[in-house]
Structure formats: C-alpha cells, structure tokens
C-alpha cells in the first residue's frame, strides 16, 4: 500500500499554525512585503526603505483593514499568505533564479511548509534536483543535454532548514562547484520543503534518487550525498526507507558509497528548542528576517530537527527517548563533520554552543547511552573550531575535509 505524501506529522504541524489564529500574521506579511518592495525596488509598488515594517499608499491601507477585519472576526492564513504570492512569483523557464526570491520561499518554507502544503499553497516548494537552480529534468535524453558527459561521480548536495539550494554559494565559494572542479564530481542540488517531517522527505527522496540512478546517461562510479544540517537527517531518512521498501527493488542505496553529514542534528539541536535555532537561520535571508516572530510556531520540519527525527512517529511525546535511533547504512562510508564557536572543542563556548544551533556531540552521533549512539569510525569524524553553523558552508578547513574524504 502506498503511503500518503504527507503524514501525520504534517498533518499535525498544519492544524497548529491553523489553530494559532494568528492575529499577528498580518503585521508579519505586511513586514515581509515591505522588505521585499522596498529593497528590491519592485516595479508598480509602493515600498518603504529597506527593512521597514509598514507598507505606503494603498497596500498600506489593505494591511491596515486586514488587520481590522481579523480582530473582529479572526483571520486566514492563507489568505494572508497569498498577499505574498504575486510578489514571489516563480520566474518563467527563461529566466534565472532570483536568489533573494528563492531565500525567502525557502524561509517561509521551512516554519510553514507543512502548512503550505497541506493547503495546497503555491509557495509550497516541491522537491526536485537543480543544478544553478534550475530543476533538471530525470530522463537520459533530457540530463545528457543539459549536463557535461563522461562524469561517472556524482555529488548530491542537500540544503538545511529554511534554506535552499542555492544558499550552497556562501562568501564566493561553494563546496559542490570546488569538488566538481579539483575531484571530477557533477554536484546535484536538492530543493525541497523543509518544513515537511524528515521522514517525509526521505520517503520523497528515496523515490527521486531511484528515478536519478535509473536516468543517468552512464555508468555511476561513485554516488555521495553531502547533507547540511537537515540533509543529513533527511539523507539518513532516504536511505531508511529505501532499506524498508524490499519489495519496490530500489537500486540506488547500493550504489551510494559516501554520506557527508556537516552540523548535522544526530542527537537534536536543542538550541532550537529555545527559538535560537529559526533565528540564526533566518540570518541566511534576511528578506525572511520577519519570520522570526513565528519562533513559537513549530512546522514538522523544525520539530523533527529538534530531536534529530529521522522517521516519524505516531506518537505526540516530543523527548528524545520517543524518537526511534536509525543506524548509519553499513554499506556506505559514513563521515560526520562538527564546528564549535570556540577555538577549541574543550572551550566553555564550545561546550554551552557547539557552532551555534547543533552541539559537537550531536553532530557527531555521540549520545550517553550506547543504544542511541551512531557508530561513525573515529577517522570519519572532524571538528572544525572557530566556525558557526552557516559558516560550515564556505569554510576552507570544511573543504579541505571534504576533499580529503571524498578524493
């Protein structure tokens, strides 16, 4: 039987933003499109200066009554959602990807992407492989067109919470783009829903990758999945169901030979548990800095992140003794890679922050009780000092790692 697209877990992160009645949100929509008009200077609106919090002219005075009718009468989210929807239009197939656009549907992603899908919403991002974020096409005639041949390595790349692929690019470097030019990979990067459970991404993914392998126009001679954050979850989550569909003949897990997992939440971010952990993400698109006022409201997505959920559960205790502990695939080279803000691991930053959202210990699978402990070897694990969660992205120590393990 087939599963449903969305679980229970979705189901439930919906009804609570629903349920929140939110009488703030217009005030929320209207920040956000304020931000958006007036530092990018949209044609035919009126906008403030960049990063001010009220709309001029008559889009202030639609957000002014809007906020007046849910007073009186209570509000909807998605109607007040679908103020932002013109302004985020996604652009025609000719032309490129608005980077600014495509943070901020990542953002709106990640803290209501349940949400949003659920209510069929638009902005709901659906997952696909992109490359320069652009989605590609998963037939042989249609990847061999689009992609340089005689590259049997491939390199999927997957964003974090309320991120998107293309935030991969950070302080003019990008750890797909090197790997691709000094190691021969073609780097492949995965946008998707954060907002959505973990486990539902994976189960997505599994699917996605099968249609990948069975694509590619040649032979695959090395397959590694590079996760930030989330994606390392969710990776874990792909392989797991894969392992469980035995009777859907999926061949792809086979052929991965490496999981790259950096500042990955193996153990829960329990920073996040706090509201810190939205808003140091929220940081990466700063169009989207007005979300951080639904730090209270918890998608699938964030909860799962929360206590390093890699498949959901059907039940509604939120501890990490509720969350069943997935095994690293034993086929596949494992490495896992953690920073600390502080200069070193044993520092006292270190120790109460890790790099900022994920404690070293947890990005390292390390846990108190052995049952919940992921076996990475000791030489497939790094910590790199002096270097926050986002800056795993574009570190030089990061790379060189990854080089290293990946060559």
Not at 83 to 112: D, I, K, S
Not at 265 to 272: D, K, N, R, S, V
Request: with cysteine.
């Amino acid at each position: 039987m087939t599963q449903p697209l969305l679980q229970a877990a979705d189901l439930r992160g919906a009804a609570r933003l629903t349920a929140t009645g939110v009488a703030g949100m217009a005030s929320l929509v209207e920040a956000m499109h304020a931000r958006i008009a007036g530092s990018l200077g949209l044609p035919g609106l009126v906008g403030p200066a960049p990063g001010a919090e009220r709309m001029a002219g008559i889009p202030g005075l639609v957000y002014k009554t809007v906020r007046g009718v849910t007073h009186l009468v209570g509000g909807s989210t998605e109607a007040l959602i679908g103020l932002l929807e013109p302004l985020l239009a996604a652009p025609q197939p000719h032309q490129a990807p608005r980077p600014e656009r495509e943070a901020m549907v990542a953002a709106l992603n990640g803290v209501l992407g349940d949400y949003l899908a659920v209510s069929g919403n638009p902005l709901a991002i659906p997952m696909s492989l992109r490359q320069a974020g652009r989605s590609l096409t998963l037939s042989r005639p249609a990847l061999r067109a689009r992609l340089p041949g005689d590259r049997p390595k491939l390199l999927v790349l997957l964003h974090g919470l309320c991120m998107s692929d293309l935030q991969w690019q950070r302080a003019g470097h990008d750890h797909g783009e090197a790997l691709a030019r000094e190691l021969g990979y073609t780097p492949l990067y995965l946008h998707y829903n954060s907002g959505l459970s973990v486990s539902t991404n994976g189960r997505i993914l599994a699917q996605l990758m099968e249609r990948l392998v069975e694509a590619w126009p040649q032979r695959i001679e090395r397959l590694a999945l590079l996760g930030h954050s989330m994606g390392g979850l969710v990776a874990r989550s792909a392989l797991h169901h894969a392992a469980q569909a035995s009777g859907a003949g999926l061949r792809w897990p086979s052929q991965v030979s490496d999981l790259v997992c950096l500042g990955t939440p193996h153990q829960g971010a329990p920073l996040e548990k706090a509201g810190h952990g939205v808003d140091l993400l929220l940081k990466a698109a700063p169009f989207a800095a007005p979300l951080g006022r639904l730090a209270g409201l918890r998608s699938a997505g964030i909860t799962d992140l929360r206590w390093g959920r890699v498949v959901s559960t059907a039940s509604e205790d939120e501890s990490v003794e509720a969350v069943p502990q997935v095994p690293l695939p034993q086929a596949t080279r494992c490495y896992a890679l953690a920073g600390c803000l502080g200069s070193s691991v044993d520092s006292l930053k270190s120790r109460l922050w890790g790099d900022g959202l994920v404690p070293v210990a947890s990005a390292l699978g390390q846990h108190a009780d052995a049952g919940r402990r992921l076996e990475f070897a000791a030489d497939r694990t790094a910590v790199v000092c002096d270097t926050g969660h986002l800056d795993l992205l574009s570190s030089t120590e990061v790379y060189e790692r990854l080089r290293a393990w990946l060559g």
